[in-house]
């Protein structure tokens, strides 16, 4: 083989970066480059390999059998490359480098953004990307450092870290509930206009309650109470469903980071404080990597300001819940 044919390997991992997220637009996202750049380097990769390596269709990217091949065979040598250099550069004293993060779109519009530019205030080698978005995302195929996400449980197979407690909050306006009383009872749910939160295209057609307490005078577990709900307005954003429900629409149901301000200023009233929701968001707020042998230091660096910064929780008003 000429020298001239030799492949390129910084081609080789586009190949790879390719194989994982099955886009040319997330493949240049993920390299900084341009998508017309991918394409242009696929072509000399499969000239110099001397067989086509990508299948394209109009709708997806797929690799041909050589392209897996090359693909397979390469991946588990280019993580170990970015590894090992993440650990020689975090040897430097000062932390520096691209952080990648995800997070819910309420939650990071509302707290993430504001905690995310003080951190570059204070650490300003360090670069970070982030994306909001509330679906489920694979960090590893989509080459994403790090997830901040309000779950019960998360993965195994991730490193994760715990942010801060979190919890449901049910939630309207005086003006809704002076027009149409004010429920003490799951049961009484079922005569209100209650707004729903979208997962997977679909609302929940029923709501659970466990009474605050938790457990019985004789120290047996509460049933949960589920309850139909149905309302007019659904949505897939909790900053959506907190302002319908601050526009007098219904009552809502919603994770306190985004009902903890307007309950401190009385825009919103908690309904049924006696009364926990339970299922639809998580109790904690995390940060999640996929893991691996080293966490970058910069990476680290991020998640324990996070931490300082979300110790408390988001606090609604006073002698709320």
Known sequence: ?????????????????????????????????????????????????????VQRTTRSV????????????TELSFTRIAQSFTAVRDLASTPR??????????????????????????YPEIRIELELTDRFVNLAQEGFDLAIRHTHAPPDTHVAWTLCETRSLLVATGDYLQRRGTPTHPSELVDHD?????????????????????RRPGGAAREPVRVPVAGPFKANNSEALRDAVLCGLGIGLLPDFSASTHLRTQALQAVMPDWQPQGVFGDRIHAIRPWSPHVPRAVQCLVDHLREHLAEGFPAAEGEG
């Open 194 to 214: 209650c707004l729903l939160y979208l997962r997977d295209g679909a609302g929940q057609a029923a709501w659970s309650f466990e009474r605050a307490s938790g």
């Open 97 to 122: 480098g691209l952080v990648r993060v995800t997070a819910p779109v309420a939650l990071g519009r509302q707290h993430m953004t504001g905690l995310i530019a003080r951190f570059l205030l204070r």
């Open 1 to 53: 083989m000429t020298p001239s044919s030799d492949p390129v390997f910084a081609d080789v991992h586009l190949l790879v970066v390719l194989a994982q997220t099955r886009s040319y637009t997330q493949a240049a996202r993920r390299l900084g480059i341009s998508k017309a750049s991918v394409s242009m380097r696929i072509a000399e990769l499969e000239r110099a390999a001397g067989m086509p390596l």
């Open 62 to 73: 797929a690799l041909t059998a050589a392209g897996q091949q090359l693909a397979a065979e």
